[in-house]
C-alpha cells in the first residue's frame, strides 16, 4: 500500500503514484458512498478529495503557526510523510511495513531530485512549475505522470535490490585492464570523433559512460568538463535504467514481448509501457522475488531511442534518436551553477549494455546568465525581507548597478520577437522604473513582489529556451541520427568480445568468496568511498533464477539481504544523531559500521565532531542530498587547506566470532581493498 | 536528596482534551469542544486553531487509513494522539522526544485521570469543566516533574535508593503489607516514603498511579478526597475513591493470599497483641536472615528488584517466624531453605524444588533476579501469551507452580519464582532468541472500558506513607479498618524513622563511569548518575541510552550495541527482563574512528561486566 502525491497549496494534484493496493483502499471509500448504478469518479478527483482536507491543513497551519506537518503514524501503522518544498506539498504513504519513515523521506527528495533534473530551473518558480507538472491538456499530463510514475517505480527497484542505491554510491566493474582500454577508446576515438563532427549541431561531447546494467563500465570526461557530482549520475543511471530496464532474472528477452514489438512497424516508437494499473498489479504479486522488473523490451535501438517524455510535454512525440535534456551542476571557475542543461544520449549497446553521452549544449551561457540574475534577484529579496533599505540592501555583491546593465544587455540579445522575452523586458522596466527611477519607491519592502515577478519571468525565458523545442524544425538541434549510429556501431565493436563477460561480470563483480580464506566469519561487507562517491560490495543475489551468491538462494540469502538493508538504515540513523561508529549484536549476527576520514596522503585524521540532525532533516545519502559532501565541508573546517576523504565500511560477521578478531577484519577492510588479483577496488 | 530534576525535562509543549460531539455542527465555535488546553494561558484563537487543525487532520488521515491516527509531528513538535467516546487527546512534545515515549505518557496520563475520577465521559457530565481541568493539570504536572532524564526515558517507577536503605528496612516494608493484606477487603499495597516506593504488592503502573494521589497529599495539606475514614484515626488516615479497569482487578484478586489465617486469627487478636507480635517478627526475622545467608555473599546493596525480591526472600529466610510466632498455622517457608530432600513435600512441589536448589546453587545472594531471570522470562511468557495473556491466565500459572500452600504471596512474588525457575534452566542450556514483550504491560491499555470503583486507603506518618487499595466496604467494616492500623501503625512509625535518618544520604562516591540499568519486569531503575548535578558530561550518556532503549525496543532481536561519537561511547545490552548502559567517562577518547581492536570503545563491554558488579549488575 503506497502512493506518492503531489499538491500544491490550493490542494490541486500536481502528481501523483499509487501501487494497486492504494489504489483499491480509496476506490472503496468510494464504492460505500457511491448509489447503485453511479460511476466511480476519476481517481485523480477522488485521491484529491480525500487527501484535501490535510493538504489544507498543512497550509493553515504554515501560515498561522509556522510550522507543519511532517508525518502521521496509524495504530495499523499506516505511514505518512509530508515534506513542503516551496509552494508544493509531497506526501508519502506506506501501509505495507515494508518503508518506514526515513524512506518515505528518501523518496520524496529522490522525488524532488529527479524533477529538478527533468525541469531545471523551472522548479524555482512553484508557478511554473505548477503549470509543467500538471499540463492542461490530459493527454499530455497523462503521459508525463506516466513517465514520471516509472522513474519512481525504477528508482523503489534499484533502492530495494541494489545495494549501489541502497549506500547511494556508483559502483564500478572491477576490470582495471579492459577500463583503462574503454577510456583511451572514448577519449581517443569516439569522443574525439563527436566532437570533430559537423553534425554535432554546436553541442559538445563533456563526458561519456558505460553502464552494464547500474555499473560503470568506464566513465571519461573531457578536459573542459566539469565534474558530475555524484546525485547527479546516480539520477542519470537511474534515467538510463529507466529508457532500458534490465531485467535481473532473465538476460533474453521473454518471448512475448518480442512478439508485441514485432508487429511494430518503422513509424511506431518505443513500445509503451503498460499503464500504471496493470503494471502495478504485477508488481505488487510478485513483490518479494523482483519480478516486477519491467521486462526488456529489445528492439531496433533507433526505434527505442523515441521514448522521451520529456519532450513529449510540448510536442507530439518526437522523433527518434532525439535527446533528453537534463539539468545538471556545474562547477566552474567563477562558482557552482546548478540545473544546467545537458543533452542525454543514451544508447543501448545490447540489452544491459548502455553508452551514455552528456553533451553540452550551445546555448548554455543564456542559462548561466539566468541562473545569475535569479541569485541577485534572490538576495534582493532577502534583504528587502530582513527590512534592509537604500543601499543597504543593494550593497554588493551581487552590484546592483552591475545587475541592471547586464540585464539590460542579456535582454537586448534576447530579442524581443518571443513572448516570454517581450514579459521580461516588460517587468524589468517596470522594476527599474520602481527601483531606479526619482519617483519610484526605492529599494524598500515594496519592491518585493517585483523581485519575484523578476524571478518568474526569468525562470520563464529559462523554461522557453530550454524545456520547449523552439525554433524552425529543419535546424539541426542535436547531434544527428546518422553521428549517433555511428557512436553506437564504434562502442559496440569496441566491446563486442567483452559482451558475455561483461554481463556476468555485472552480477558478481566481486564475490565473498574470495575473502572467506582471509576474513573467516565475514559474511558480507560494503566499503564506500565518500569522496568520489564510489562503493563496492560482494553481490547479493537473491533471485530465484540468477546466478547464486554463496549465500545461495531463497530464505537465506533473503534474510541476509534484509539484514543488511536494515543494518544500513540503523546507521543512518546513528550517524544522524553524530554517532560515526556503530556495533550491533542482532541474533546471530554481528554488525559493525565505521565512517572515517583521511588525508589524501592516506593519513587517518582524527575523529571530529558529526553535526547533530533532526529527525525530519533530508535524508543521509548522495543522490538526492549530498550529506556526505556537507559532512567534508563541515570536517575539513578544521584541517588546514588538506583534501580530506571520507570513508565508510559495513561488516556484517557470524556473532560467534570473538570482537577483537571482527575488529581486525574490519582493520584490514578499512586499510587498503584488494581484489585477490591485487587489483585495488576502491 | 539532590536530583536531577528539570521541570520541562519532558518538555512538553501542549496537552488538550476535545470533545467533539460539542463540535457537530457548522456554527459550533470550537471553543466548546475544548475541555483542557495546557499551557492554559495559551490564547483562545490558538487553542482553537490547534484542536480544530489536529481533529481535523486526524480525521482525514483516519478515514484514508481506516485505522486512527496515534501519532503526529510537525517540525518542531511531537503529538500523540487518542481518540475514544468522541473525545480527542494531544499531547505534544518537543521533537527530541522518542514518539513512544511520548505515546506512553499520553496512555499514563489518560489512565490516571480514569484511576482517580473513573470514566471520562461520565466525568463531565457529573462534573464541572474547571474542577476537572484542575485534575489533568495535576496529573500532567506529576508526569512532568520530578524526575530525571533517565528516568523519563524509561518510564520507570521512582523508587528509593536502595544502596543507601539497610535491606532488613526493606524487608520490614513488605512484611507492613503482607500483614495488611491478610485483611480480607485489602487488595493489594505499597509503601512510599517521600514520594518514592520503598515496597509495592501492585504491577508497576498502579504503583505509578497511586503514588500520584500520594505525592499530593504529601506536598499538600491533607486533603481527604473522598469519604474519609472515621476521625479515630486521627488526619493520618485518608482515602479516596478510585476506578481499577477489569484486568487490574483480575490481576490483583487473583493472587493468592491466605485470607482464610488472616480472618481466622483477626476474632482472637486485638490489636496490641497484633502489634507486639509484628515487632517481635521483625526482630526475629532479622537474625535469621543474617544467619541463613551465605556468609561470603554480601547482600549487594544497590539492587532495584528489592521489592519482589525481598518478598521472595522472606519467604526464605523467615522461616523461624511462624514457629516462633502465636499464630502456629502450618506454613511452607520455613522448610524451604532446607535441601529439598530433607522434607517430605508433595510430588506437586517439585518444580519449587529445582528452583530452590539452583538458588543455593548459584550462591550469590539476590543475584539470581537479575543473572538468571533475565535471558528467561520470554519462555514462560509464551506461554501466558498463548493462554491470551490476560492476567487470569498469568496467574492460573503461577499458582500452579506455588502450589496452594504458599498462600501469602503477592503477585510479584510469583512471577519471580516462575522466572527464576524457567531462568535457572536457561542460565544451564541456552538462551531462548524469542522474547516477546513483557506481559506486565499489557494490563493497563487505555482501551479498558470497565472500571470498578475501588478505594484507595492512604495511612501517613509524616514523610512515610501506607497506600492500600482496599474494597470500597473496606471504610464502613470497622474491624478491618482497626485491625489494619493499628498492625501496621508501630512498624510504620518505626521504618519512617529509620529511613529518616538515611535520607538524606551522603553524596556518591564519584565514578570513573556511568550506567544506568534497568528492570523492564519490574520498571525500576538503577544508575550511578542521580544525585549529581545535570552536568555536560553526563549529557551525552543520556541521549545515547535514549537512543539505544529506542532501538532496542524497535528491534526485538538486537542484544548490544556500542555507539561513539567523537567524545563519547557507550554500550548497551539487554535481555528480555533487563536494559544496561555503561560509559567511561574521562580519559582521551581521540580515535580516528577507523576500526582498531585496542579501540577503548571496544573494551566497554568487558568494562561493565567487571564494573557493575558491585552494584548487583549482572552482565553475560
Known sequence: MKCLLIASESAEVLFHWTDPAFLQNIQEKYEVTQEEGQRLPAFEDSISTLFAPMIISCTTLVDRLGDSYTSFTTENNHIYVLHQFEE????????????????????????????????????????????????????????????????????????????????EAVERLIHPALCEQCIEFLERRLVQHLNSSAERAGEEVLHAFV????????????????????????????????????NIDTDDPVPEDIENTSSSGPESFYTPEPSPTNRDSSSSADKPLRGSTPVFEFMDPDIQMAEDSLQTLEVPPPGPLTPRRVFLEVSSKDGLYPMMPHSMYCLPLWPGITLVLLTKIPTTAVAMSVY???????????????????????????NIQDVRSKLDKFIKVLGPSEVQSAQLQNVWTEFKNRAFARGGSGFNKNLIPWCKNMKTQLCGIYRQCFLIDSGPADIPRCLSPGLQERAQTMAQEKLMDWKDFLLVKSKRNITMVSYLEDFPGLIHFIRVDRSTGQMIAPSLCTTERGPASELGKGPVAQFIKSKVWSLVSTTRHFLRKGYSTVTLRDGDFYFCYFLWFESETGYKLEAGDIPVLPDDSAPIGMLAWDYYWKLLRYYSKNQQGEMVKCYELLTVHLGVIPTDIILQHCRQLASKLWEPSRNPLL | MAELMSPDSRRCTYFFLYDESKVRGEGDPTREGICYFYPEETPVDKQELLCGQLAG????VSELSSSPVCSLRLHRNTFAIRMRDNFFWALGCSVEVPTIS??????????????????????YQLNSRESLAARWAQYLSHLRSGSSELQHIFSCLRTIDSAKVDPLLLLKAALILQTCQRCPPVLAGCILFRGRVVSTQMSPKLTMKVMVHESETYTKAQRPNGPSTSSSFGSTVSSTAVFLTMSELQYLQSVPVDKDFSSHSTPHNDASPKKTRLSRTLSDMAFTVSDSFDPNSSWPPQKVSFSSCLSESDNLMFSPVPSQTTIATPHPPPQRLKPPSSNGKRSDEAEEESHYYSFHSEGGGDSWIHSEGDGSVFEENSHISGDGGDGDAACDRVFRF????????????????????????????????????????????????????????????????????????????TASTEEVYYSSLASLNGLEAHLRA??????????????????????????NLSGRPRGAPEHPFVRATSLLHLHFCNTETLQEAIIRSASSAVYGTRSVAQETYFQVHGGSLRNSGIPYYQDSAFSLPTKARHKLLKHGVHLF
Open chain 1, 372 to 398: 545569475k540574475f535569479l541569485e541577485a534577484f534572490s538576495t534582493l529579496e532577502k534583504r528587502l525581507r530582513e527590512g534592509q533599505e537604500g543601499s543597504a540592501a543593494t550593497r554588493g555583491p551581487p
Open chain 2, 102 to 123: 511520548i505515546c506512553e505518557l499520553l496512555d499514563q496520563l489518560i489512565n490516571l485521570f480514569c484511576f482517580y475520577n473513573g470514566s471520562v465521559r461520565q466525568s
Open chain 1, 211 to 246: 553502464l552494464v546494467h547500474t555499473k560503470l563500465l568506464v566513465f571519461y570526461s573531457t578536459r573542459s568538463a566539469s565534474k558530475l557530482t555524484t546525485s547527479d549520475l546516480l539520477t542519470l543511471i537511474i534515467l538510463a535504467q529507466n529508457m532500458y530496464p534490465s
Open chain 1, 88 to 167: 508544493c506539498l509531497y506526501i508519502a504513504v506506506n501501509g505495507d511495513g515494508e518503508e518506514g519513515e526515513d524512506d518515505l523521506r528518501r523518496k520524496i527528495y529522490v522525488m524532488k531530485k529527479m524533477i529538478e533534473v527533468l525541469f531545471g530551473m523551472v522548479t524555482l518558480s512553484s508557478n511554473l512549475l505548477r503549470k509543467e507538472l500538471r499540463p492542461q491538456d490530459t493527454q499530455q499530463r497523462a503521459r508525463l505522470w506516466k513517465h514520471l510514475q516509472s522513474l519512481l517505480e525504477t528508482y523503489s527497484q534499484l533502492r530495494e535490490n541494489d545495494q549501489s542505491f541502497l549506500v
Open chain 2, 502 to 527: 538515611i535520607f538524606p544520604g551522603a553524596p556518591d562516591s564519584p565514578d570513573f563511569y556511568i550506567f544506568a540499568h534497568f528492570d523492564c519486569i519490574q520498571s525500576t531503575l538503577t544508575t
Open chain 2, 57 to 60: 487532520v486526524v480525521q482525514c
Open chain 2, 402 to 477: 506455588r502450589g496452594v500452600e504458599s498462600g501469602n504471596e503477592e503477585s510479584h512474588d510469583a512471577h519471580m519464582v516462575v522466572r527464576d525457575r524457567v531462568g535457572s534452566e536457561g542460565a544451564q542450556g541456552h538462551k531462548p532468541e524469542q522474547e516477546p514483550p513483557p506481559h506486565s504491560g499489557a494490563f493497563d491499555g487505555p482501551e479498558e472500558s470497565t472500571l470498578i470503583p475501588m478505594t484507595l486507603y492512604l495511612h501517613r506518618v509524616k514523610g512515610l506513607v501506607l497506600a492500600l487499595l482496599v474494597e470500597p466496604h473496606f471504610l464502613s467494616d
